[in-house]
């Protein structure tokens, strides 16, 4: 009779436990993860970001805010009458054009030249109405970017196309400096995403 109370009260208390873990883990999937396509992304992007003076900003954990401040994880781009989306996982730069200011023929988007990690380019217009924000490496402090009025020469993301994944809780990783999961310290292990992925 004891020892059947002594096991109940021990699976009390490891029940409890895994609820306490579960809602801690559930809260910081909320903060860092993203669901892109059904799978699940680390939203930490790094980029060397290029101002129009020539100096270079390292910022990681890059999200780009629209016009509603809503965050996103890729660009609006238009080519002729297409309007696509272009996660930033696919992307390898983004090279601004100096001659053409924004708003110059589609409102809100600035010409560029943007290099797909495929290794295609394409001139495309970009939409500039928003801002990027990240993690400046250099004062170790949050930085806000606006796209407009050409302000940003290029951003040249950090990840070529590799990801590292956690054989754990399957979370993926773009940033190449991510060697182990904050999440449950799991090693990654690399990956390379399939054509259909880019
Ligand atoms: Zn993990």
Redesign the pocket.
């Given at each position: 009779m004891c020892y059947t109370g002594e096991m109940f009260r021990v699976i009390l208390l490891y029940t409890l436990l895994f609820i306490t873990i579960s809602i801690g883990v559930s809260q910081e999937e909320k903060d860092r993860k993203i669901v892109f396509n059904e799978v699940v992304y680390d939203p930490f992007f790094a980029a060397t970001i290029k101002d129009n003076e020539g100096e270079r900003f390292n910022v990681s954990r890059i999200a780009f805010f629209d016009e509603f401040n809503e965050k996103k994880y890729f660009f609006w781009v238009r080519r002729n009458s297409g309007l696509y989306t272009v996660s930033f996982k696919n992307i390898k730069s983004v090279i601004f054009s100096s001659n053409d200011f924004a708003d110059d023929r589609y409102e809100g988007f600035t010409r560029a030249t943007l290099n797909l990690i495929s290794g295609e380019s394409h001139l495309v217009y970009i939409k500039t109405t928003g801002h990027l924000e990240g993690f400046e490496e250099l004062f170790a402090s949050p930085v806000t970017f606006y796209l407009h009025y050409n302000l940003i020469e290029s951003i040249e993301f950090a990840g070529n196309g590799n990801y590292y994944y956690?054989p754990?809780?399957e979370?993926v990783y773009f940033d190449p400096s991510t060697e182990i999961?904050p999440?449950?310290k799991?090693p990654l292990v690399e990956g390379v995403l399939s054509d259909s992925d880019r």
């Open positions: 956690c754990f809780c979370t999961c999440y449950d799991t």
